[in-house]
């Protein structure tokens, strides 16, 4: 696979890494990615997460979102690339990951520093008076309304036309204020304010690996080294490396 030593030096020799993730780091976990051919948003108008929308549409919204997100997604295991981000940070390898899925993969596969750039599907709240929510506590009568004042209860993700959770982008500035690495993984870098958090990194001196079986747009702007390839065959190409070997 081409540039995959340079990759894996690269990674050896940093000091201070973060990973960028989006969809397609999930794809072979069997969630589908946003946009492309098989993409959610050829099935499904985008709509249902826009704020708006859901707050005038909540039944039709709600039972996208069940469908999309907890019926499905929830039960999704982590694949090879979740687990090479988690033994990197085991191993000092790297100091944590922005990702703008809300799958919870990373955290599943032991990834301890993670900020949810989009929020996350498995804590929702009442609209109405704040009750808090688990995944499981979904109804299956929608829309989903809180049982102690019957205001609509809504995932602690980020829908479209809403800020970004403060903590996690002060994190992520804070990541594209002193990384001197950046992998980005599985991502268009079409979603604003999400795909700015590279380009800060590169203008703050981080070099920038790309692995994407497509090129986005950041691979001919700000990527360094571009792998083009699924994100679980490319982590099982860096475990085969003796180089890493050595460390894990
Ligand atoms: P997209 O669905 O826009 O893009 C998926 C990316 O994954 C594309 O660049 C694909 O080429 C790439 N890809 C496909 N298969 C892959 C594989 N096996 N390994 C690695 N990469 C693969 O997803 P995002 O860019 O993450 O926002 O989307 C960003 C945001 O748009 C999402 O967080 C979501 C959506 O609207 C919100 O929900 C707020």
Known sequence: MKNIDTVAQMILESKCSFAFT???ISLESGIPTFRGKAGLWNRYNPNILDIDYFYNNPKDAWEGIKE???????KAMPNKAHYLLADMEK????NGIITQNIDNLHQKAGNKEVYEFHGTLNTLHCVECMKKYDAKDVSEKLPFRCDECGGLVKPDFVFFGEGIPELAYQKSIEAASKADLFIVIGTTGEV???CSIPVLAKRNGAKIIEINPEKSTFT???TDVYIKGKAAEVAEKL???NLLKEIW
């Open 68 to 74: 999309i997100f907890y019926d499905y997604w929830n």
């Open 239 to 241: 475990y085969e490396l």
């Open 91 to 94: 191993n000092n390898l790297l």
């Open 220 to 222: 001919d702007t700000i």
């Open 22 to 24: 989006g969809a397609g």
């Open 192 to 194: 604003m304010p999400a």
